[in-house]
Nanobody, 121 residues
Framework: QEQLVESGGGLVQAGGSLRLSCAAS????????MGWYRQTPGKQRELVAG???????IYSESVKGRSTISRDYAKNTVFLQMNSLKPEDTAVYYC???????????????WGQGTQVTVSS
């Protein structure tokens, strides 16, 4: 039943790194733009990074320069490499699949169940 499965979250010290992975079905992965979003209690989930089927990327200003999104068609998997992590990066990170025509708003697409990222000092 799970069509998007995230992994790679956990507890990390400030300044450390994590690589999140999202495994998708072949049809979902190949036909859609993929994105990583994050959400904290009381706040709307926000885009962290996105990547189109053609490999074009977008990053939020808060992670730009520290994170890299990529996709591996052979593995039907999208990755988010996060470096220089800060306590404010603490959130549940969600994988998302959507047609690019919807834009990158948080209200569209198919979602995974999320993976917790906690950054401590």
């Amino acid at each position: 039943q799970e069509q998007l499965v995230e992994s790679g979250g956990g507890l990390v010290q400030a300044g450390g790194s994590l690589r999140l992975s999202c495994a998708a079905s072949g049809s979902i992965f190949s036909l859609n733009a993929m994105g990583w979003y994050r959400q904290t209690p009381g706040k709307q989930r926000e885009l962290v990074a996105g990547i189109t089927t053609g490999g074009m990327t977008i990053y939020s200003e808060s992670v730009k320069g520290r994170s890299t999104i990529s996709r591996d068609y052979a593995k039907n998997t999208v990755f988010l490499q996060m470096n220089s992590l800060k306590p404010e990066d603490t959130a549940v990170y969600y994988c998302n699949a959507r047609p690019l025509r919807t834009g990158w708003g948080p209200e569209y697409g198919l979602w995974g169940q999320g993976t917790q990222v906690t950054v401590s000092s």
